[in-house]
Structure formats: C-alpha cells, structure tokens
C-alpha cells in the first residue's frame, strides 16, 4: 500500500533529520568539505559531459522530439516515437537515516516511451495526455539536474545535485514502469520522487530563509537561485501528481488494476465518480506546476536547457486543459448515467441507408430508464413509431417535399431539420403529443454503432425466435429481412426483432469484459466523431457540455464559408449505402473581390436492378446550406418527381408553427424550381436529384457570395478566404473537392493548413486546391496579399 500524504511528510522529515545528524557524527568538518570539493569537481564534470552528450542526438534530443510531437501537431495524429533516455543508475531507496548520497555510478539503462496523438477535445477513453506528462516529467528534472550543476555555492550544489540525480532515477524508474504498465511501481517511484523533490526543498530552507532570500535578489545568481527553487517546486508538483495518474490509469485499464475487487464491487458509475475525485487533485497539482515554471527566469538557465523550459511552460498548461475535459467528461457521463438520479431516454435508429437530414429514416425507437449505469427498464414498440401515429392528438402539416410519401406530419419524419438539437425537440414533442411520457433526452443511433459493438461483445444468438445468429456482418441484412419481409403479418409487429435484440446487446454492452471497456469506449468516441451516435439532453447545462464536446449534431456558425450537403431520401428504398457522392467545390475571385461559388454533386447508384434493397431508384431532396444572404445565379441538373405523386392534407391539418418560425417564408425560382429560404443562420437551396441504377447524375448550383475577398494592403485590412465545409450527420464518406481562383497580382501571405508534402491544400499558379475524403467536418483559409 502506498503512503499517505501525512507518513510521506514525516519521512521526508526523519529523513532530512537523521542525514544532519549522521553528518555531525561522521568525520571531521573539514576533510568531509575538502573531499567533497574534490568529488564534486570530477563528478560535475562528468555529468555536464553527460548532459551535452544526452542534449544532441542521443536521448536528449529524442525526448525533446517526442514533446513536440505530442503538443505541436493537434490536427494530425502523432507519429510513435522510441525515446531512450541513458540515465544513471537508481540510487538506493532513501531510509530513515542516510549517512551520506554518494556518487551515482554511470551505468546505462533505456527506456522508451511511445507519445499518443494528443487532442484539444477529450477521445479515445480520454487518457491521451498521459504519456505526454510522463515525458515532461522526464525533460524537467533533467533542467532541474543539470540546472544546479551550474550553481556558484558549492555546498548547495552538491546537495542539489545528488538529490536531482535521485529524483531523476525514480522518475525515470516510474516513466519506465508505467511503459511496462506496473502501475505498482509507478505508483511507489512516483511517491519516492515527491519526497526526493520535498527533501531538495528542505536543503535550501537549510541554508537559511535570510540568506536564501537576499542571494535570490541578486542579478544573476539571485536568479539562477530563484528559478532553481521554483523548478524543484515544480519538480515536486509534477511527480506526486504522477501517483495520482498511475491510480487513474489503473481504474480505466482494469487488466492490471491492483484493486480487483473494487472493479468486480461496483458499477461504471461508481468508476466515474472515483476517477473524478482523482481528477480533481491532478488539476491542482499540474497547476502549481504551471505556476512555478511561469515564474522561472528562461534567461537565467544554462543556454542549452533554454528551449526545453520554454517549451514546457508553453505546453504544460494544454496538459491541464486535457485534464479539465477529462473532468468534465467524467462528470457528463456520470449524469448519463444517473449517477445521481435516475434518467429516462428515447432512443431512436436512424437507418442512413435511407438518408435523412440528421442521419436516416427513424424505423425504430426505444424508450430506456437508467440508474447507477444500469438499465432498470426498456420498452421497445414492436411497430415501432407507428404504433404511436394513431395515438397522435396534434394535426399538423409535413414539410412540403414530404408529401411526396405523407402531407401529414408524424415522429417517423420528424427529422426533417438538420440541425440535431432542433430535430431532437421536435421528436420529443411528437412523443409527448402522442401520449409517450416526458424524456430527459434523445439519443440517437445508426446501424454503424451497433455493427461496431457486435464487432467487440461478440454475435447474439437468435436461433430459438428467429433462426439467426447476428453477427456485425450480417447485422443489417437479417435486420431488414426480420422487419421488412419475414414478420408475422397477424401479429403485424415487424420491429419486434429489434425489440428482442437490443435488450441483449446493450445487456452485454454494459456488462461487458474488464478488458473490453476501454475499447467500448474508444469505439463510441468516434461513433460519435462521425456523427452515427448523437446525444440532445432537455437540460441546458448537460447540453451545453453536449455541444462543447461536438457530440449535438448542432449546425456550426462560420465567419466566412461555409458549406452542408444534406440528402433526404424520401421513397428512394434503402439505396444510399450504394450511392457514390462526389462534390466540387470552386470559388472565383474578381480583382474587385467579389466571391462567385459553385458546387457540382456527383451521385453515382452502384445498385443492382432487381435487388431488393438497392434496386430501386434513389429519389434525394437535396439541400445546400451556405452563408446566409448569397444569391442563387444559376442551378442545373436537377429532376423534380411528377407533380401528381405529391398529396394534400385535408382541412383540419394546420401549419406547425415551429416548422413555420424556422423555414420562415421560401421563394421557388421559377427557372430551376430550386427552394430558396434561410435557416439556422444561413441561406439553404433545396431541389431534387433521381437516379437509376447503375447511372450517374451531375447537378450544379452557382451563387454569389455575401462579402468579398481582398488583399492585405498598406492601409486597408485585407478580407480572407476561409471554408468551413460540415459532413451531414450519419453520412457515408463523399469525395470533396475544392479549387479557389484569385488574381495574378494577389499573393499568399498565410494559409491553413500550412504547406507541407503531404498537405491537402495544394497551391498551383493562381489557384488553391484541396481534395479529402469527407470523413469529419473541415477547415481551410487563405489570407492574401498584393
């Protein structure tokens, strides 16, 4: 069992008081001085060579490589790096009484580190930072160790150093044991290196507080002196906040948890309130950490530890803001969870094989209570929404294109806005109207979150109610047989096979191996990423943290522009997994900087004709969000269904007046057909696109947009080109390309992402272009000159 805060203290105490003592008792005063003077001599030589050796190409330079990895590329994942450190040999572990620390030895030893890809927001099981502190912890105590080898007072030099040299080795000890993930000893070096760091502070308070405080005025020796404090009290901060990740890291790695029997005792929840009282001393300590090295004199550290220290004060404190987002992802989970109270939730299955605005066509939905991270009850309607249409007490209009199928407007269509929060309410609402009880939120799902689940708990057994086994491969083939072909006509209960099924597979979910979690986790983290998993919590606090972690579906606000396919299938069949979508993109600037956009989408049906699913011919309302206020030049391509195929709501059915308040008043132009209105803070044309199978159509929308493009000149400020271009939630990946056109006489003066060999943005003559994959939301500026 490790010490606590109290028996460190006093260790550290008996262990400063029994050196003095010992001291006294040992030779005389003066040989003692003379022979330390003489081995500090060749030993301080020997370690400076040391350090210049380590600063270069060797582990030095590596472990400075590995930081700047880790903190300086967020946007891109960071690449594995082996850092070998050659440090000295442990001392022996610090004992109630020393006689004296003698010279270390100079044996070699390695480890190696692998620095993970840091991100500003808090993913993959959020536990990212972690390795990134070990190493700071390494390069930091290396500035503190080779920092007091440089000092002019002798005796507080020698001191310094040989503690430095046995703080140094505990933390390497403990970087190297968390590697090896023997948390135990981590744990056990970490504490080892936070009384090492109190009995360094306790050498200075030696010396006298008078003394100390009129050398740490004076130039440059009241400097070095002054940092040196505060780099062993930053030292001090760093290491015992270690003990605290080591106890963190054991809670989400339960394979080589040391407390078994808390994990097998207690539920997700109790996990997550353990881990946020952890969290919260880390914060405080990694905090004090960033205060002292604040408040270091870079100016007055040897010139070759110079970068390293500044590097560290700059990226230290994204460490702490890793940790803040960890605290509250803890936190928002746990509340999730109904950690405190208990919360019930509509679950809906968008099926974005037939596309709709916030992911796919609602076919089922589940309403689930959840205590403690359990769920105490489920009930999923064998029709699905269906069951609650009759139910429904409110008569009232669908969105125009949605009497293509039904003029009237019911909870399996409600998703019609692509803005998540908005869609969300609106379900909820539906729900409610149709005599379903008040939820706390939404949550909502695609096939892709449970075909990656099933990838990890394992198949589910069906073969006694329907003859199948469901494994991820088949999932959404037996799926849509079991629901669409093969039900029971009498009992007319089609979606009762998702309702057999879902109690199993969240059951295994939230029971699932010790050893499965952290890949639970990570899997949903970026289900989440890419929009398949959504949350809306009717709570303002809870959603605000929602969107801060982009997991809303919210429609984001760009300052420049910005730009949002949306598809919606209606009557289209389950075609969109078969659809192939590529969009081009081109702005034109005028040397007057007027903006003319155009956007050409390419859909390409790989559909078998015949096929049950996939055969039949996709039939998309498609809408373009861009900057509110552009104009509609010029639209093509498009083919709008016979007009006899829509219907009319009869007479008691009324204008909805939420769908009123945001669509607001839409212009058809009368040329293209194409719907023109604004929403969610931009302008949005909407027009139709149908496509057989195995054909490809092209159409093509030209506007003008809101504001202009101009150069950095001598008086005036220059306007920039910026494009914030948002994937449709729950989509399949689309093929973007993008080309922005400017003038001979503009040059670039910044751009983003920077110029790299194997950036996306690629500059040619009087041209930008960037081509991706659509996998996630992006972001690309231009700042011109001239």
Request: proline share 5%; charged share 25%; hydrophobic share 35%.
């Amino acid at each position: 069992m490790s010490p606590t805060k109290n028996q460190k203290k006093h260790t550290a105490r008996r262990v400063m008081t029994s050196h003095s003592s010992d001291d006294n008792e040992s030779i005389p005063e003066s040989n003692v001085i003379n022979l330390r003077e003489v081995v500090l001599q060749k030993e301080v030589e020997k370690l400076r060579s040391e350090l210049n050796k380590r600063k270069g190409s060797s582990g030095f330079g590596r472990l400075k490589n590995s930081i700047t990895d880790v903190f300086s590329r967020p946007d891109k994942p960071a690449k594995k790096v082996s850092v070998s450190l050659k440090t000295k040999e442990q001392p022996k572990a610090v004992e109630k009484k020393v006689e004296k620390i003698e010279p270390v030895e100079k044996k070699r030893s390695t480890i190696k580190i692998k620095t993970p890809r840091p991100r500003l927001h808090f993913e993959r099981a959020q536990l990212k930072p972690i390795t990134g502190f070990v190493a700071i912890c390494l390069v930091l105590v290396m500035m503190i160790f080779g920092f007091w080898g440089y000092q002019y007072l002798l005796e507080m030099r020698s001191r310094i150093v040989d503690i430095s040299v046995k703080a140094f080795d505990q933390l390497v000890v403990a970087g190297e044991a968390a590697t090896e993930k023997e948390y135990d000893t981590a744990e056990e070096k970490f504490s080892e290196a936070s009384d090492t760091f109190l009995l360094a502070q306790s050498e200075l308070d030696r010396i006298g507080h008078t003394v100390f405080t009129f050398l740490k005025y004076i130039p440059i020796k009241g400097q070095v002196l002054a940092s040196g404090e505060h780099l062993l009290q930053s030292g001090q901060a760093i290491a015992s906040a270690g003990q605290d990740i080591t106890r963190l890291i054991e809670l989400y790695n339960p394979e080589v948890s040391a407390d078994k029997e808390f994990l097998a005792e207690n539920n997700l929840t109790d996990l997550l309130k353990s881990s946020s009282e952890l969290i919260e001393p880390v914060r405080d300590k990694i905090s004090s950490a960033v205060d002292h090295l604040s408040q270091v004199k870079v100016d007055a550290l040897p010139v070759e530890y110079r970068s390293d220290i500044e590097r560290i004060q700059e990226e230290l404190p994204i460490l702490t803001k890793n940790f803040n987002q960890f605290a509250e992802f803890s936190d928002l989970f746990y509340q999730l969870l109904g950690g405190d109270v208990q919360k019930r939730y509509l679950m809906i299955f968008q099926n974005n094989r037939e596309m709709r605005a916030t992911g796919g066509f609602i076919g089922s939905i589940a309403m689930v209570d959840i205590k403690d991270g359990a769920i105490t009850k489920l009930e999923v309607p064998g029709g699905g929404p269906y069951d609650l249409s009759g139910q429904l007490k409110e008569k009232v209009i669908a969105p125009a294109p949605m009497h293509l199928v039904n003029p009237h407007w019911y909870l399996q269509d409600a998703n019609w806005f692509p803005d998540f929060p908005t869609s969300a309410r609106k379900i909820m609402w539906f729900y409610e109207k149709s005599g379903g009880p008040t939820v706390d939120g939404i949550i909502s799902l695609t096939p892709d979150v449970v075909i990656e689940l099933l990838k990890i708990i394992g198949s589910i057994d069906m073969q006694e109610e329907y003859g199948v086994t469901v494994t991820s491969e088949n999932f959404v083939e037996e799926t849509l047989n079991q629901v669409e072909i093969e039900y029971d006509r009498d009992e007319n209960k089609p979606k009762q096979f998702i309702a057999d099924l879902l109690p199993t597979v969240l059951q295994k979910v939230f029971s699932a191996e010790e050893n499965e979690f952290l890949t639970i986790v990570n899997t949903l983290s970026g289900l989440l990423a890419d929009r398949h998993l959504m949350f809306y919590l009717s709570e303002k606090e809870m959603q605000d943290k929602v969107i801060g972690f982009d997991w809303g579906g919210d429609i984001k606000q760009s300052s420049g522009d910005y730009l949002m396919v949306v598809n919606t299938n209606i009557s289209g069949g389950k075609t969109d997994e078969v659809i192939d979508q590529t969009i081009n993109h081109s702005v034109e600037i005028s040397p007057s900087g007027e903006a003319i956009a155009t956007v050409e989408v390419t859909r390409l049906h790989n559909g078998q004709v015949g096929d049950t699913w996939t055969g039949t011919k996709n039939i998309d309302f498609m809408r373009l969000y861009v900057p509110r206020g552009s104009q509609l030049i010029d639209a093509s391509g498009f083919d709008q269904p016979d007009p006899k195929l829509f219907s009319w709501p009869e007479p008691e059915y009324k204008v909805d007046d939420d769908l009123n308040d945001i669509e607001g008043r839409a212009i058809v132009d009368e040329l293209t057909g194409t719907r023109v209105n604004d929403e969610f803070g931009k302008t949005v044309f909407g027009n139709w696109i149908q496509v057989m199978p195995g054909e490809s159509v092209t159409v093509s929308l030209t506007y003008r947009l809101p504001f202009t493009v101009k150069p950095q000149g001598y008086i005036d400020a220059s306007t920039p080109y910026s494009l914030f271009v948002q994937k449709q939630a729950g989509s399949f990946d689309s093929v973007f390309h993008s080309n922005i056109l400017f003038p001979e006489d503009y040059t670039v003066l910044w751009q983003w992402p920077p110029t790299a060999e194997d950036s996306d943005l690629i500059q040619a003559d009087s041209s930008f272009n960037y081509e991706v994959i659509l996998k996630n939301d992006l972001y690309y500026g231009v700042v011109f000159g001239q």
